[in-house]
């Protein structure tokens, strides 16, 4: 996700701001820019590429003092990483300059108001209708302006402003995306968190959602959009800067699950309508000339593709077939100019999937993509593509990004069932329990201390078999990987029903089982694979729904989710699974962030 960082204060220099920026390095980023007022002038320096470009750009500006300024890292979401595109955006006058974190949902509708009021536009971005929106409001008092302004914005958003008629002041608003207040002797500070601040200050001030704040100097009001002042608890927080990073929590891995329910909120953002889906990147699809969908994928992102394939088997009579991409790329596959092509591909870097869709074009098929990175190599050779929005993932390990990729999966899979007119009310329960996911999340992320315990207790196996039926299949097949990626424990993942074919060969005491057993329409034929394992004293650990006695009787150790539709079972299990690989490579001593062997983005082959 983006970067904001923001100074007021008489005492601080161009270069002071450049080098907290850089603090918020470890958030990935396309652009970099940076908005300052210096004797009642704006400033603007931005450009694509890293901080260090926009070093060179800025030469002995570095040098300069500054009353006021604000810099941004930005992770493009909407609009491709350039120059133009970075942030800062400014207004019509040249006055205003504003950086955001988020998405602005209603940009285009503000977008063509705006342009009929004779602004003009420079950029592609969202962002820059909130500056033009200030520059309509403002009268004079800028923190009116930027009231009214944000009042009239859905969506999410985390912005810092500053205007030339107001040198000594920055002013900041936040709904859905973070943004901290760091306090000084004689200056005040704002950041996206407190990593760049931490060598000011240790005084904070955590925004909430609805407020605007009027930073000048070391005085820092605080309003909510009706305009009532508010006061907020000033913390203190003594972290490394280290420790900032990563929220204070010990590895990425772990914040980045954490980050599970606001990654729903972002990857759901903008495609729902009145309760309906509405995924506006699907407008240019003409499903009338589709007859089937092939998927193509790697790793973490294949095992959402293959719930994919469940679903949209289930719900609809589209023909639909995944491939693992390194297989698909090598063989005669049959794809025509009737095949809807998607690439689901985090990194959208990935060599096999990349190499799979141009396969495809050549043989005439349109190409879709759901990649978490803007201007990616798979992303730009697609026809149509959905973006994750869930901001960079740092540790090696697909989490978030995972957790993403199925939540929009089953957007576009109920996207596919209205628009071939069979929606239903089981689909609607669907959607409903999607919109709760968030929330549902919350409540499993709050087993970490018991997956912990669980953890403790089977860390010293060498083995797992992790087993599910239908979607159940899906959490055995991430699980499975997710264990044996950060961990090294060696662990397969059959489906319940092939154990009887061979592997249920390899159990005994020490050859632990993790059952995926939803109360769904296959509990009982899970039951008899439970009691198959049991024979052959495997221990069994068991991830069901809701208080399930029989379960806890029948296996060694329960975890337990709230009740969902079946076809959520894989989301909602999504941080168990991740939660329980994080904690077991953890007490092993290995860095679950950096797993031996393994890139972050398998761009070779
Ligand atoms: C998952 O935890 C791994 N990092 C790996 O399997 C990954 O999912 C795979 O390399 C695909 O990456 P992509 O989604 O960037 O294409």
Redesign the pocket.
Known sequence: MCGIVGFVGKNFKVKDVVDSLKRLEYRGYDSAGIAYIRNGELHVFKSVGKIDELRNLLGENLESDLNSGIAHTRWATHGAPNDMNAHPHTDCTGKVAIVHNGIIENFRELKALLEGLGHVFKSDTDTEVIAHLIEEEYRGNLLEAVLKAVRRLDGAYAIGVVHSDHPDVVVAARRGSPLVIGIGSDFSLLASDITPMLRYTKKFIFLEDGDIALLKGDEVQIFRTDGESVRRATREIDWSESAAEKGGYKHFMIKEIMEGPQTLVSAMTGRMKDGIVSIPELEELKLSNVSRINVV??????HAAVFFKYFVEQHTDIDISVEVASEFRYRRPHVDNKTLTLA???????AD?LESIRLAKRLGSEIMSI??VVGST?TRESDISIMMNSGPEIG????K??VAQLAILTLLGLQLVKEKGSWSGRHKRILDNLIRMPELFENVLSLNDQIRDLATKYKDFNHFMYIGRSYGYVTALEGA??LK?ISYIHAESYPAGELKHGPIALLDPQFPVFAVVPSDSLYLKMKSNLIECKARNARIVALGTGDNEELKNLTDDFISVPRVVDELYPLIMAPVIQLFAYHVADLKGYDPDKPRN?????TVE
Request: glycine share 6%.
């Open positions: 994928a790697c790793g973490t992102s294949y689901i591909s985090q990194s959208g870097e990935t999937t990649t978490n798979i090696v390990a697909a989490t990004t995972y990987l997710k990626e393994l890139a972050k983005s398998v």
